[in-house]
């Protein structure tokens, strides 16, 4: 193999781990919005009885908590999981085309030897 092979090789090969990269980047940070739940009430005013052991007069007074409203992500501001997905699918497409296009023309204008040609 010719030096100008090996750099080639490894050229494509640092596209395909940025493209990679890429992926496993927005599949990670899409990842947490999906999984995300509601955690049920362990305790607490409306509860009859704990779910640990609390010390006397824990049901006299409210928590903080159950005083404020609780605000849900997607009634108050924020994007929806599948915007977040689209745009990090979006943004790999682009860097993958963008990352083949310029590959293409750095190999377009490499000199061609008399013996290649």
Known sequence: MT???VIRAIR???CTLAGLA??????SA???AAYAYRMPPTGGAGATTPATPQPPGWNKHPPVSALHATAHTVV???MPGWQIALIAIAS????AAVAVTVD???TARQRVN???A
């Open 3 to 5: 030096r100008i092979h």
């Open 12 to 14: 494509r090969m640092a």
């Open 22 to 27: 890429g992926a496993l980047l927005a599949l």
């Open 30 to 32: 899409t990842s947490p």
């Open 76 to 78: 108050t501001a924020g």
């Open 92 to 95: 790999a497409v682009l860097a």
């Open 104 to 106: 293409r023309i750095l």
């Open 114 to 116: 008399a013996r290649a």
